[in-house]
């Protein structure tokens, strides 16, 4: 038997607890023995929950049970999630994660702590939520230099910026409307803003190539600032508008990382993802050019990520084959004004046009007022 | 250090061998020590190859030398492949292929061999050549019910039905443009027939469900007969064509399975594949859609399949882990014309339109000699 707890009982650690509760038999024949969820370690009341028994508000009933091999981390935030992750690991669970905020900020110190303790750290569901990214990126494509990763990696933003496509609405009703859908939050800051999807990009980064770079030092640009005026220039130049994380890592081995509202052709692939789903385009040397796509969001598709990592921690929680990352030196970063590209330049008539490969520190100089959206 | 040997020296196994000069510091790296290809086994002369020294035409050489921990079957078709699979796994070795027909046709003795003998049996670069789709499958979204998978995994016929739709051209010459880049053999037969489709869909199905079904198995038609009409028809109906491989599972436990070419609506996302890219779509229960695109064939990116494997295998060669298959009963296949679907009927004026969903059988009886597209 392998038992299990769910640390945080909100939309994830709910979704976890059911998707383990319906795919029970399925899960076990995979791992080799049945599985239970053994606690939900939660501060809040939930009088009347079928799973109240195994609700408590203590971790250490977690910590100190040997039976319980595999912690399932769904708190978000950085702490007190980072804290419980260490003592998991100190007691020799392994932790499952799809909170991207603890990896971006403290993933190097993580896996550091798990490998020292012979356990696993997995956080498939971080990013693109069920979309197998992490696996793939880690070893499918392992034996690729990886050059490029765009990414639509926030389901709320892609949603906005949907609305205001299709349905010719503005920035402010289609925030509107994700929130009336549960789409966004109240507060959307770390969603419109770009940082959800900056944490996210980090973390790909970091598995692409080694270097865990701090969220903090990416350069982030959300959307709150785009028009219907930007939507008919788009249009008008056969291109959408997407929220990309980008990172690549050229030839002088500086790292290229942003996330920012670029142009996109209509005939690119990240151009079909729409409403709330994520894509993340991956190039490496010798595979060119792939594609993931799905949910990026939401209960059940996080969950099944989450319990992917938890069938891969029972048979192999032991392994000695994790990844490992060091910190990046933000001096290896590329300045954003300097990374080259073609760039949309929506002139003060609104009027659009290409120009060549170029930079922004170039281009603003002479640009005046105009808008300017790289085009990826 | 990792000693691996590479049989068959044709496009497949001199990319691996490419790879792994190329990218060998980046694979140590991820290993975790150096890496070397030690033989080259195949039966031709190669008089001045830079490998000339690793060629050797006795496999024996391989079999009996205990430095050798990977084996990359690249010899293609069923023997003596199976055979010189099997005595690596006697011999200690595990075996990492791209050989397609020998999994459809041996997966389940092959994979049973491997893990009498505690090693591995990978096979990554069996479908879909670079893309991630194998491994996602088994593990990322191993907690999930997959209830269909629609692939486009034929990058000839692909390229052909691209050129047919997008220059106008006839299905012949489309195809002699196809064989004259090299993306079709002279003997065009298991890509426009659809054998190669019928394997690769039987191994995603086997992944899916732990059963493998022999290929025969698999109602398989390729696209010998699409006509000019039938595009004009597609087109008509905001649709394109594509050799589809199809498998789902419900309720009652029914494999459906199939290749045909299928009408695919404009803003299905198997639309955007074109050219001799492929495309995986993948349903599962908790995860929903998800789709996963790239490179299907060619030398670079099936290298990047097996060397992802050759990682893999010499990280974990002797994870207790890996999947086992058993052998399907045709029996629980449904009859192909008993599948539910929306069809596009063509009628003898080549007016196309959509049907309710219902059956083929159900659709032959009154519909005589009207052209027929499941459409998916």
Same mark, same amino acid.
């Given at each position: 038997?392998?038992?299990?707890?769910?640390?945080?009982?909100?939309?994830?650690?709910?979704?976890?607890?059911?998707?383990?509760?319906?795919?029970?038999?399925?899960?076990?024949?995979?791992?080799?023995?049945?599985?239970?969820?053994?606690?939900?370690?939660?501060?809040?009341?939930?009088?009347?929950?079928?799973?109240?028994?195994?609700?408590?508000?203590?971790?250490?009933?977690?910590?100190?049970?040997?039976?319980?091999?595999?912690?399932?981390?769904?708190?978000?935030?950085?702490?007190?999630?980072?804290?419980?992750?260490?003592?998991?690991?100190?007691?020799?669970?392994?932790?499952?994660?799809?909170?991207?905020?603890?990896?971006?900020?403290?993933?190097?110190?993580?896996?550091?702590?798990?490998?020292?303790?012979?356990?696993?750290?997995?956080?498939?569901?971080?990013?693109?939520?069920?979309?197998?990214?992490?696996?793939?990126?880690?070893?499918?494509? @392992? /034996?690729? !230099? &990886?050059?490029?990763?765009? %990414? =639509?990696?926030? +389901?709320?933003?892609?949603?906005?910026?949907?609305?205001?496509?299709?349905?010719?609405?503005?920035?402010?009703?289609?925030?509107?409307?994700?929130?009336?859908?549960?789409?966004?939050?109240?507060?959307?800051?770390?969603?419109?803003?770009?940082?959800? @999807? /900056?944490? !996210? &990009?980090?973390?790909?980064? %970091? =598995?692409?190539? +080694?270097?865990?770079?701090?969220?903090?030092?990416?350069?982030?640009?959300?959307?709150?600032?785009?028009?219907?005026?930007?939507?008919?220039?788009?249009?008008?130049?056969?291109?959408?508008?997407?929220?990309?994380?980008?990172?690549?890592?050229?030839?002088?081995?500086?790292?290229?990382?942003?996330?920012?509202?670029?142009?996109?052709?209509?005939?690119?692939?990240?151009?079909?993802?729409?409403?709330?789903?994520?894509?993340?385009?991956?190039?490496?040397?010798?595979?060119?050019?792939?594609?993931?796509?799905?949910?990026?969001?939401?209960?059940?598709?996080?969950?099944?990520?989450?319990?992917?990592?938890?069938?891969?921690?029972?048979?192999?929680?032991?392994?000695?084959?994790?990844?490992?990352?060091?910190?990046?030196?933000?001096?290896?970063?590329?300045?954003?004004?300097?990374?080259?590209?073609?760039?949309?330049?929506?002139?003060?008539?609104?009027?659009?046009?290409?120009?060549?490969?170029?930079?922004?520190?170039?281009?603003?100089?002479?640009?005046?007022?105009?808008?300017?959206?790289?085009?990826?």
């Amino acid at each position: 038997m392998v038992s299990i707890a769910v640390l945080g009982y909100g939309t994830v650690g709910k979704g976890t607890v059911d998707l383990i509760d319906e795919n029970r038999a399925l899960i076990a024949e995979k791992i080799g023995e049945d599985i239970q969820v053994k606690y939900i370690v939660d501060l809040r009341d939930f009088a009347g929950d079928r799973n109240e028994k195994k609700l408590t508000k203590n971790y250490d009933d977690v910590l100190n049970d040997k039976e319980v091999s595999i912690v399932c981390e769904m708190i978000g935030g950085s702490h007190p999630a980072f804290e419980f992750t260490m003592k998991a690991f100190a007691a020799g669970k392994s932790v499952v994660t799809s909170n991207k905020e603890v990896v971006a900020n403290f993933g190097t110190e993580l896996l550091a702590e798990a490998k020292k303790n012979g356990v696993s750290y997995l956080f498939e569901a971080s990013v693109g939520g069920g979309i197998p990214i992490i696996r793939p990126l880690n070893n499918c494509l @392992a /034996a690729n !230099k &990886i050059r490029k990763i765009d %990414a =639509i990696v926030n +389901g709320t933003t892609n949603f906005i910026l949907s609305q205001m496509f299709e349905q010719g609405v503005s920035f402010a009703d289609a925030l509107a409307t994700a929130q009336q859908k549960g789409y966004a939050e109240a507060n959307p800051s770390a969603d419109v803003d770009g940082v959800d @999807a /900056a944490r !996210k &990009i980090a973390i790909l980064a %970091a =598995i692409s190539w +080694g270097e865990l770079l701090s969220p903090d030092h990416v350069y982030t640009c959300g959307i709150r600032d785009i028009t219907g005026a930007d939507v008919a220039a788009a249009e008008k130049m056969g291109c959408t508008i997407k929220l990309i994380a980008h990172a690549s890592r050229g030839e002088d081995n500086k790292l290229q990382i942003f996330v920012s509202p670029c142009m996109v052709k209509n005939d690119n692939i990240l151009s079909t993802v729409r409403d709330v789903f994520n894509g993340v385009a991956v190039s490496g040397d010798f595979v060119g050019d792939t594609f993931f796509y799905g949910r990026g969001a939401g209960s059940d598709p996080t969950a099944s990520a989450v319990c992917g990592d938890v069938i891969d921690a029972a048979r192999n929680g032991r392994a000695k084959d994790r990844s490992s990352w060091t910190p990046m030196d933000p001096a290896a970063v590329r300045a954003y004004e300097d990374i080259e590209s073609v760039f949309c330049v929506i002139d003060e008539k609104g009027e659009p046009s290409f120009t060549e490969k170029t930079t922004l520190r170039a281009l603003s100089a002479k640009c005046g007022k105009a808008r300017i959206f790289r085009l990826i």
